[in-house]
């Protein structure tokens, strides 16, 4: 016999189970939901296999690439993709249940397994519609981390819901801690409650932080920082209220903890440290997503701020990871503080005989002409030297709205003001070139070094060649450094 | 791979539980509403029941009354639910049998005493249509509370004596609650076929209603639970109320061991509760609420529910639940109770054999009735109605319900 002990409610479980699959009504059911879950699954999948093989609809993200164009179709596709399965699953479970129905048959699991298709279709809807603009993998992410976990216990719970008394099995002590009995139902809302707030504020967070920086003109970067200060505001309140739930007697829990704290301090200074530094940083917003920083010497965008460590990807798209305390003990170059335009320059090297104004005229159209190149502030020429060998330096500086762009719109400009001097008839200053050789030692030279001289300096080809050749913002150097 | 695992563990779990589980016993679910500590004595029976029976292993749980009978309604909807379900208000058995939860019970399967032990009338009760669809287990009716030190009034006019002398009575008077007094005048208010038709003891009634009204000590109520209330606080000294609240009493007011009078000394009752007063008829009775077993519909345990509700309703038992001072009377009528030894579970007896059935064609079809009668009461009790016309009222206004409900 079994009553109230909570040690035995998987036996009260069993028991309650034995009950039911005695009973011919539940045996019946529950043929026919299995019939319709198979038959529903695999009608699903055969109807887009026929589909997809024929080249019929295809997926705007996932296992198909998106056409090309086709956005809100493709949207519209991966919704209906999603739906077919539950709607299936409804249609069929109607069909059953109608005749069951009909037959005088007992029908309340098809029901009930009609409502979890309803949940799983509307589920299904919200979450690609949610997770429609996210990165695929993202995408399935939070599907298998939050929504398929999420419907397995709806489903749990309703199957547990026939099996036993749910609020008593809530209510029942799983076992003691710190002096203070601990429920099922507490522990479940400690720690697959905290889960699943934690995965659905953080779906909603990048949700979020797409539509903004896709729909809007709000700079990303600010909301993004923001909503990871909510963010976290609400996984705190999230883990407040899933800890409060064990209702853990206060003095214990304090005397327990207060002893630990040194222990734990010593050990996770540094975690601690970095904890409270990004929590600064987020708070101050001294350092957001978007930004563009310069750690090392290498230019990056800073990805992700989380309270423990910065993640910075780089040009050459390598991600670094940095403990927040970093930035905030130490000093770092960010170029999107206050204001993300940067100046940058090029210097070129023209013969002397060239006009000086002619050249800088030249150098300002050029500058001009680029519509990356900012007017305001406005590109000007300086003329920084004059040497011997009849050489004038330039130097051209330019204003560029993103940093990210410098190198690409340096190798834009020396390209321009290479053809612009062409046209112009300005003389860049080419290197020349003296060489010795050695007779001893040109005896041991391979035989391409004992070649005549015309065969092994070869002027270059073309002016691609020779941009390629010089250092990437000074145009002409080549003779300095050579000469020298 | 994961899910794999995760279907493996809970395949294993429950095979380990399913191996543990003695698979030839028969299994009954039993839901109860007897909330602690009244479950006491049920869980009692049901335990020395299932001891009786090695083979039989019963799953008992309890279900707050508020929602009994719903939950059973809609487990059963999809073949689920308990065998038994103990504690079903008899005035909800029929949405139970409209909604095809209850199997009816055939007295043939029996194998104990047949149920023939049972009051008729508590049977009738749990009868639909003619078919049995329930077993009665206990019953509740109206009752007399009194203070310690209090000589119980026999008569109404003792209590209008007794409220000169400075003793109050907290009455409640609404259509059910005060039925009694109809009883107390020799009245009724169902016809012979049991149309409401209130009578000449209908009309003493109300006089007598009348004639308490002025004097400040009979506080004639329409609210049931402040009155109770004021008992339990020793703000009045008598109160009607139902024998429901023998339970609640005792454990805010101290232990009764008197029907006709506290007793002294150690363990000594702090009020006592009597048989209701009369007025030409010195034994009235007020309206019997009767509280039920039933079997769901899908049950393949049929005979062993059956044998189960037999066991709750056998003499033993039924002395049981009776001394069990929680105010529910025996249906079994070859129960006796020595008044000298148990009092109160005499009087609570002595007051159930007078009560009246309530028909229900009442409880079925004219459920606003009730808000009709509560209103002529109060209506009589403060003077805006003539004792003498109230009755005429009363059925004037079911007349028009019943030739509604008949369109």
Redesign the interface.
Known sequence: ????GQGDQ???????A???L?????V??LVALAAVLVVSRFASRAFWWVIDSRGGLRRSRGLTPRRAGSGILSRLVDLIRAASAPTIGIVLATVVKREMAAAGR?T??L??LIGVFVVLLVGEMVMTILTGGLDPEEGRRHRRRFFKPLIAIIVGLMVLD?LA?VG?LAGATAFEAFGSPLSVGALFVATLGIWFWTDAINLMNTVVVDFVSKHTNFNDGSAEATLLLVRYALILMGITYGVGQLQLDPSTVAAITGGLSVGVGFGMREVLGNFISGSFLLFERSLRPGDIVELDGQMGTVERLTVRSTTVRTIDNEEIVVPNQRFFTGSFKTFTGTDEKVRFNVVVLANCENEVERVRGVLHEVASSHPEILDEPRPDAWVEDRFGNNVVSYRLNMWSASPLAIPRLRSDVVRLIWIAFHEADIALVFPDMELHFNDSAGAHLPAAAAAPLSAVISPPASTGEVLASLSPNVVGATQKEMSS | MRRLLAVSIVAASFAVALASCELTSQRILVWHDWPDPEAQVLIELLEEYSELNPNLRLIIEYVPSSELESRFAAEVESGFGPDVVVGVDADRLADLVAADSVRPITVDQSVGHGFDQLEVRAMQVMAIEGEQHGVPLAGFTDVLYFREGIEPPESLDSVIELAEAGYSTGIPVDFVGAYWGVDAFDGTVFGADDALAPDEGFVGWMNWILEARPQPNVILGGDYETLRESFARGRIDLFVGSSRELGKFRSELGVSEAASGPESGEGAATFGLTTLPGGTNLAPGGFLEIEGMVANRHTDNMAESLALMEYLTNVPSQGRIARSGLGRIPINDSVAIDPTISPVEAALLRQQRRSVVLPRVFEENLAGLTDLGDEIYLQVARGLLEPAEAGAVLRARYDSIAGEIDD
């Open positions: 016999m079994t009553e109230d998987l036996m009260v479980i069993v028991d309650r034995l009950v039911f005695g009973r011919t009504e539940v019946e059911q007992v309340g699991l029901e009930e026939h008394d008593r």
